[in-house]
């Protein structure tokens, strides 16, 4: 189908206006141009309990509903190509999950390359999740049930963590992958397919990695791309979302099908019109709307 008609206006508009790529821009450039861009999704929703915290030595912004005790986590790895991104472009996704869910969510600021390439993010993420478990009850939550969620390459953490969490023990009740970025070996055919014109581009995804991928880091790594990892039994189960006009579409799509190959409960939802980064447009395109709502019912179903 064609792109989704809403979504192709805000394109045509972002086209017109002109402007740099993110890598004519450069690094602190790019940073500012993304939550710019934010704006687009629209006011962010009220919510009683927003609190600026510090996970395992991570940054991190706390979202509830309420002060009541016992409740599922959600820990959110924001999107950005591990170099651009922050707590305040995940603001607007964190309230709805929050409120959608009643969950505590937390929203991690994991270091960003180039100052801090790989691995660095990983790192972070697992620290962060050690910590939540540990002190799980002193912000609220219950240690019991936790999930992990991000978009693009805050999807690529979560799976990361979720495989560092099956290795290790940890309990992990359910991940959210929203167009994950599994393959940084760039070699899956929607990324020629779809790398231009659809806001991100493939050239963009070869300025990220070369950015995040330095010294000459392997991108078959599992821990950079969780799509190579051996084996993937026992994993938490998962929704992974993607979108049809996006580069990421085909290994978001494949690592769906090693999950549940490997016996892993796994729902993939493709949604078609769609670009990579439509998850928190919800003030624009309706089929943001439907994501995030299939998303907090598979939450609540996992968490609940």
């Known amino acids: 189908m064609p792109v989704d008609p809403a979504i192709q206006t805000m394109l045509d508009q972002l086209a017109e206006a002109g402007g740099p790529t993110l890598e004519q821009a450069g690094v602190e450039q790019a940073r500012e141009m993304i939550r710019m861009l934010a704006v687009l999704e629209g006011d962010p929703a009220p919510l009683e309990r927003v609190e600026d915290i510090e996970v395992g030595g991570v940054a991190a912004r706390l979202y509830a509903t309420g002060s009541g005790g016992a409740r599922p986590i959600l820990v959110w790895i924001h999107g950005g190509g591990w170099v651009i991104g922050d707590l305040e472009t995940a603001d607007r996704t964190c309230r709805k999950l929050a409120i959608g869910t009643d969950a505590i969510v937390i929203s991690l600021d994991y270091r960003l390359a180039p100052e801090h390439p790989f691995p660095a993010g990983p790192d972070d993420c697992v620290a962060a999740l050690a910590w939540i478990i540990d002190h799980a009850a002193e912000i609220g939550g219950d240690r019991s049930r936790i999930a992990l969620g991000g978009d693009s390459a805050g999807g690529n953490l979560s799976a990361i963590t979720a495989l560092h969490a099956r290795d290790n023990g940890i309990p992990l009740r359910f991940q ?117 709502a299939l998303s907090i019912a598979a939450l609540k179903a996992a968490l609940n």
Do not use: C
Not at 188 to 193: G, K, P, Q, R, T
């Open 176 to 292: 959210l992958l929203v167009y994950p970025a599994t393959d940084l070996t760039l070699s899956s055919a929607s990324i020629d397919e779809n790398g231009e014109g659809y806001l991100l581009t493939k050239e963009s995804m070869v300025w990220f990695t070369g950015h995040y991928l330095t010294g000459g880091t392997d991108p078959k790594d599992p821990r950079v791309s969780p799509l190579y990892t051996d084996d993937l039994t026992g994993v938490a189960p998962a929704l992974v979302i993607t979108a049809e006009f996006d580069p990421l579409r085909d290994e978001g799509e494949a690592y769906a099908e090693r999950l549940k190959d490997a016996g892993v409960p796994v729902t993939l939802r493709r949604f078609d019109g769609q670009i990579h980064g439509f998850y928190p447009l919800g003030s624009i395109t309706e089929g943001a709307n439907e994501a995030i």
